[in-house]
């Protein structure tokens, strides 16, 4: 589950353009597949859409554990 987009710098329009597309507090993810080499990109799920990453992306996401019922 999302916790927050932070921003890596001052403007930060990576941060800014993942928030529109999606990247929310609260909402479930799932990372569906990484890439061969170094796990880059990430192939990332939120709802019913995918999105790759690459990890320098990525990294501005920080995700909440979520407990298991």
Known sequence: MVGEVRDAHRDDAIARRLRELGFVAGEPVRVVARGPIGGDPLL????????????GEAARVRLLAQATP
């Open 44 to 55: 990332v799920q939120i709802g019913y859409t995918r999105f790759a990453l690459r990890r």
